[in-house]
């Protein structure tokens, strides 16, 4: 059974990853400490040889924490993974592509234009696992990950600020005219994706999305419907659209890694209304 390590264990996506992993009975442990931290990174790899590391832990805001976290933090790991011969499992993001002004759908080709300090650091993050693939023969994936979520979701996402206000029966306020599209992506999806990449010796840069899309207008609709919400759907124009515009071809992801997501949209709100959380 292979020995595995997970940096942002704690993390909403990290959790759920855990508990598949026990489910699966697979051998694993979570990371301690801070990833800038060479010394602490140094520790964790003391008294364990591991076989592949999943590499969640990283920050989303902030200039200087992004390009600690999610770029020395990387880094770090890598070093580490040189040294002990492990494949490394990078999460990174759609947000390397940027966000575009009309619907687009981006294979792994399609050129890259972050537009946030998380979707630099990011594309960073991947050109460190390719510079030590190449040069020292460490076995790295990169995963571009749609926004994703499920239960126990990051509480300022477009997805959790309109469950709360269904839920309250609040108006859902849409900026712009609510027509941006979103590849959303439910968090089991994710975490067997990860796992997936894990167990696989393939390297490179792969999307893992829900293969859909779904305008904002549409995700709000859905969301009162299925919490059966009185909430008022409300547009405010005054204020500019934030969405990404893409759907993630993951053709590659489903022909190399046999990636395919086993839930939509809709089937992911109702796991978690079922949460109640």
């Known amino acids: 059974m292979k020995k595995i390590l997970i940096t942002g264990a704690d993390g909403f996506l990290g959790k759920i990853l855990c508990q598949k992993l026990k489910i699966l009975g697979q051998d694993f442990v979570a990371f301690r400490g801070d990833i800038t931290d060479n010394k602490n990174v140094e520790n964790n790899f003391e008294t364990n040889k591991f076989d592949v590391i999943l590499h969640l832990a990283a920050v989303r805001n902030g200039g200087r924490e992004c390009l600690m976290a999610n770029g020395l933090g990387t880094l770090n790991i890598l070093e580490q993974a040189k040294k002990q011969n492990c494949r490394l499992v990078f999460i990174s993001s759609m947000e390397v592509y940027g966000r575009q002004k009309i619907f687009s759908i ?15 650091t990011k594309l960073l993050g991947e050109k460190y696992c390719q510079l030590y693939s190449e040069n020292f023969g460490v076995s790295c994936i990169s995963l571009r990950l749609a926004p994703v979520f499920g239960i126990n979701q990051i509480p300022n996402s477009t997805t959790s600020i309109f469950i709360e206000r269904a839920k309250q029966n609040e108006d859902i306020v849409i900026y712009g005219k609510g027509d941006g599209c979103l590849d959303l992506l439910f968090a089991e999806d994710a975490a067997e994706a990860i796992i997936l990449a ?13 293969d859909n899309i779904i305008n904002i207008r549409q995700l709000a609709e859905e969301i ?24 993630l071809d993951i053709a590659k992801a489903k022909s190399s890694l046999g990636y395919f997501p086993k839930y939509n949209l809709a089937e992911g709100l109702l796991k978690i209304k079922e949460a109640g959380i």
Not at 108 to 118: C, I, K, M
């Open 224 to 247: 009162k419907k299925i919490w059966n919400s009185k909430s008022k759907i409300v547009l405010d124009e005054n204020k500019k659209e934030n969405c990404y515009n893409i759907r």
């Open 198 to 210: 894990g167990n696989s010796k393939i390297k490179g840069v792969f999307n893992i999305g829900s």
């Open 106 to 120: 981006f294979s792994e080709e399609s050129a890259v234009g972050p537009d946030s300090f998380y979707g630099i």
